[in-house]
């Protein structure tokens, strides 16, 4: 062993976020082992660094910080648990193996042995370069197994909302299904929009502030992540993978809507769709004229007297497209609404249609129950969560650690739910 006396070390612990290191240990017992190390060996530590980065490319803030310091002379060697904490790229690992060299780093040690400038650099570089290799393979292993999982008909990639990622042990990877808390609900939100009585904005609306919907983290459903939803052909039961790539896959999840209905909505959410605004009459569309055919058209019109009174009429009339000498002169709408009043007193429901017709109120009503019934339970799960943070909020403000006006904001949250699970408990 060379003399290590009178050298200052750091420790360097990372772990990266990614699978590559998901079997190395944790930042916090990597600190805990080569602080024990360190003492045994009597080595003096001056500072510690940890960084949850990977290092299969350059660029880590923390490592350069912890170079840039050695090479200041605050610290002439490294305490970590194995070289490819360190580097897993030729960048990182060129330079670490120059400092080195050049006697910039006088000792790195790793639990298992000691590196030295005098040393032959070529066991080194061939552990820098396994680690460099292993990343590189890990790489292709790892999108070749996500190629062939798109290519079996499951994204592999985190579900969008409306849909869980679920382990299958069959498989070996996860599957994607239906989130039973809130697949209707989205189901729902994309009904609302097809009616063409709601705008994207107005159902985000509903759902958030109405419904309480929450993501699964909890959080609010932001309106960028709704319309992400609504333009997302995954819920139609197709996928883009990789993202940009033209590579589009059939899915085995089950879809929410149909190819139609998604083509529908997005002719409905283009920018050049958005149709000015004009008065809805309830029969335009529904009669046309008896004596040439043209569709029957209204207006309203205004009438200010001059003593101040202003009368309202609405009329409707032949648009004459037909034929421009129709002899039909307007009519009021008191007068027409009579005029089929009397229509309908002359008609009859046939049995067959009655039957069908209660049969789908029947269908209809249940699937609106279960829809209700999923608005209620994340509107109570909502409420108790408020509920919970008001009585730790009770504490803290009988504590002193939270104001009184802070405590009334956050009260404020929980009283904007209450009415709403209480009015759907006596509706429901």
């Known amino acids: 062993m060379q003399n290590e006396i009178n050298l200052k070390y750091f420790i360097y612990a990372r772990k990266s976020s990614e699978a590559e290191d ?8 990597q600190i805990s082992v080569l602080s024990d190390l360190a003492k045994r ?25 912890m170079l840039e310091m050695i090479y200041k002379g605050q610290a002439q060697g490294i305490i970590c648990w194995k070289l490819d904490r360190l580097a897993r790229n030729p960048v990182d690992g060129g330079q670490i193996n120059w400092m080195l060299q050049q006697a910039v780093i006088r ?6 042995r000691s590196y030295y400038p005098t040393d032959n650099v070529l066991m080194m570089s061939v552990e820098f370069g396994m680690a460099n ?13 996500l190629k062939q999982k798109a290519e079996q008909g499951w994204l592999p990639c985190p579900a969008p909302v409306g849909y869980l990622n679920t382990p299958d042990r069959q498989k070996g990877f996860k599957i994607i299904k239906k989130d039973p808390k809130r697949f209707h609900l989205i189901r729902k939100m994309f009904d609302m929009v097809l009616s063409g009585n709601y705008s994207v904005p107005q159902v ?22 709704f319309y992400s939803v609504v333009t997302n052909p995954f819920y139609y039961g197709y996928y883009e993978y990789p993202k940009k790539s033209g590579i589009w896959y059939k899915g085995k999840h089950p879809p929410i809507i149909t190819k139609e209905e998604f083509d529908r909505i997005q002719k409905m959410i283009r920018p050049d769709n958005i149709k000015p605004m004009k008065h809805v009459f309830a029969f335009t569309g529904l009669i046309k004229c008896g004596e040439c055919g043209a569709t029957v058209t ?25 034929d421009k000498n129709c002899s039909q002169r307007v009519i009021q709408v008191q007068d027409l609404e009579k005029q089929i009043a009397d229509i309908l007193e002359n008609l009859s429901i046939p049995p067959e249609f009655n039957e069908w017709a209660m049969s789908w109120l029947k269908q ?5 129950a279960d829809d209700r019934n999923s608005i209620l339970q994340t509107q109570q799960k909502a409420y108790n969560e408020c509920v919970k943070k008001i009585d730790n909020l009770i504490d803290m403000r009988a504590s002193g650690e939270i104001t009184e006006q802070q405590f009334k ?12 699970v209480k009015g759907q408990k006596t509706a429901y």
């Open 107 to 112: 000792h790195i040690k790793t639990y298992d």
């Open 133 to 145: 290799q292993f990343i590189r393979d890990l790489s292709v292993n790892v999108k070749r197994g």
């Open 41 to 65: 060996e009597g080595l003096e530590v001056v500072e510690t660094f940890c960084e949850s980065q990977s290092a299969k490319a350059p660029g880590r803030p923390i490592f350069s910080k």
């Open 204 to 225: 985000h609306t509903i759902a958030v502030t109405e419904w309480g919907f929450r993501m699964p983290n909890g959080t609010k459903m932001s309106r960028s992540t």
């Open 22 to 29: 998901r079997q190395v240990a944790s930042i916090d017992s």
């Open 364 to 368: 209809e009503n249940h699937k609106e």
């Open 409 to 420: 904001d956050r009260d404020t949250k929980r009283l904007r739910f209450e009415p709403l």
């Open 298 to 322: 209204a207006e309203h019109k205004t009438k200010r007297q001059k003593n101040g009174n202003v009368h309202y009429y609405t009329y409707y009339h032949c648009t004459k497209r037909v």
